[in-house]
């Protein structure tokens, strides 16, 4: 789950998860997050930031913009017009396509700029539900990554045309939850099965940890081959730095998305947690929501969004 603007028990060497945990300072502010009333009703599970304006992702197929007037509607049905919810978004380096993926083999390619959607659905027949995307690349030279629920990444090196995908099973068969690339070939994605892998070529993936960490993952922050954040269950968040896995444990939540750069940063979760990473610590900030929280885009603003259209700006 990344946006154009920011792209522009645990074992490791020995240690184990008890000797590494590090508690994280976390406090109640006031909050500073504002609830924006948005024209869907059901949950929206991604956000990102784009060349023109933040887009967010919901089920039903629904795609809604921010706009000088509000939060619209701007696409119904999702790429195919079969409604379909949509799970994951990311853009081409660019901003100018907004990637969208969800259930049944949803996958689609919206160019922010004219309105126009192309169905990339079902690639090689295909039809799992696909989790979470990653495209590097500009617009209508991307390549393109899909992530699904049953262990495979989907990828394209030819913008998604037809005929150009292939596939690969990093692990076991296990649910892939997210993806994101930090550079052209070069990224990270997580499973159910409490693995992470990392590639370097787009195609060949190996697994880099995190052993013995006993929580499901949701969240990848995905910045360098040496700077990865993984969040998930009681609020955990494990930072890798190329040689070992670091864990926090951040107080009580379930923590479904994770953003980050440069030290700064937040994670999000049920009941509407909010945790602000700076200078290296995490505080959990107030919010005025009590929905889950599913995703985290930071850009000129920056947007939470989640169950029943909850979606707050900062």
Avoid: C
Avoid at 7 to 17: M, N
Avoid at 243 to 256: I, M, R, Y
Wanted: glycine letters at 14%; charged letters at 20%; aromatic letters at 8%.
């Amino acid at each position: 789950m990344t946006d154009f603007t920011r792209r522009s028990a645990l074992k490791v060497a020995g240690a184990s998860l008890a000797a590494a945990t590090i508690p994280a300072t976390v406090s109640a502010a006031e909050s500073d997050w504002t609830v924006v009333e948005t024209p869907v009703d059901t949950t929206l599970y991604d956000v990102s930031d784009t060349a023109t304006n933040p887009h967010a992702v919901a089920g039903a197929g629904l795609v809604i913009e921010r706009t000088a007037n509000g939060w619209e509607v701007v696409v119904q049905g999702g790429p195919s017009g079969n409604g379909n919810d949509l799970y994951g978004t990311d853009t081409t380096d660019d901003g100018e396509r907004l990637w969208i993926v969800g259930a049944s083999g949803a996958v689609g390619e919206y160019d922010v700029t004219t309105g126009n959607l192309i169905d990339r659905s079902a690639p090689n027949d295909f039809t799992a539900n696909f989790n979470d995307i990653s495209v590097t690349g500009p617009a209508g030279e991307a390549d393109v990554y899909v992530a699904d629920d049953s262990g495979a990444i989907h990828y394209s090196f030819d913008n998604g045309k037809e005929g150009t995908w292939n596939y690969e099973v990093p692990g076991s068969g296990s649910g892939l939850k997210a993806i994101e690339f930090y550079d052209t070939r070069s990224g990270h994605v997580i499973d159910t099965n409490g693995k992470v892998f990392a590639t370097d070529d787009g195609v060949t993936w190996d697994p880099i940890g995190i052993e013995d960490a006993g929580v499901t993952y949701y969240g990848l922050d995905s910045d360098a081959k040496d700077d990865v954040r993984v969040s998930g269950g009681n609020a955990s968040v494990f930072t890798y730095d190329g040689s070992q896995w670091v864990p926090e444990s951040l107080g009580d939540a379930t923590l479904f998305d994770i953003e980050t750069e440069g030290g700064t940063g937040y994670a999000v979760g049920s009941g509407g947690a909010i945790f602000e990473l700076e200078g290296g610590t995490w505080t959990r900030t107030k919010t005025p929501v009590g929905e889950n929280l599913k995703a985290i885009a930071t850009g000129t603003v920056d947007i939470a969004v989640g169950s029943a259209g909850t979606l707050l700006e900062r």
